[in-house]
């Protein structure tokens, strides 16, 4: 069996480091797993009028989150939360009321910020929204990371000293996937 993960990154910025990451991670994950990054940059804001008549964007982001077998967040910290980007992605895929796509798909939460704090806070934040949308979330390993010399190598892949760590994340990640997915 494959498992199909949608991965959704937090930011839109093009030299993005959490969209780095995630590109970069998933090579740590074994062979009946596949990812693919959720496009959020054409959504409209959420609008609660639009509820019977989604656009598009809308419809499709959710067919792909609907398709998928986890959710994988990798998200910068905006002012102590997560960005609105993301929120207006989550606020869409959780309306209309009733038929909400994230409900019962298991999560996993990573960050990335040049700050020391490593995108805690706005872990914490993602954690109470995702409760909200009834999505089981991967409690530990936590990963709060720090953009430091060597978190990336040269060719773009997760560098040496961070990959233990990393790597245990995702083998607990695929576990939590697992366990959730018939
Ligand atoms: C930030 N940044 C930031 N960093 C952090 O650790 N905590 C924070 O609260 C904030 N707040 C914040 C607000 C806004 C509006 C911006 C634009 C930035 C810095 C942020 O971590 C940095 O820009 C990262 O590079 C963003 O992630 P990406 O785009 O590189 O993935």
């Not at 989550?90 to 999560?107: C, E, I, M, Q, T």
Request: proline content about 6%.
């Amino acid at each position: 069996r494959q498992y199909r993960i949608a991965v959704m990154v937090g930011s839109l910025r093009k030299d993005s480091y959490n969209r780095k990451l995630a590109t970069a991670i998933v090579k740590l994950a074994p062979s009946d797993f596949s990812f693919h990054q959720v496009q959020i940059n054409d959504l409209p804001l959420y609008n609660q009028d639009d509820d019977e008549n989604q656009a598009a964007p809308v419809r499709r982001m959710k067919a792909e989150i609907q398709a998928a077998d986890g959710i994988m967040f990798v998200t910068p910290e905006y002012s102590r939360s997560i960005p609105g980007v993301l929120k207006n992605a989550l606020d869409h895929g959780s309306r209309p009321y009733g038929r909400n796509v994230w409900a019962g798909k298991p999560a996993g939460i990573l960050g990335v910020s040049p700050g020391s704090a490593g995108t805690a806070m706005a872990q914490q934040h993602l954690r109470n929204i995702l409760a909200c949308l009834d999505m089981p979330t991967q409690g530990q390993p936590e990963a709060f990371i720090q953009v430091r010399e060597g978190l990336f190598d040269e060719a773009g892949e997760i560098g040496e000293a961070s990959r233990p760590h990393l790597q245990n994340w995702m083998d607990h990640y695929v576990a939590w996937v697992k366990s959730h997915v018939e």
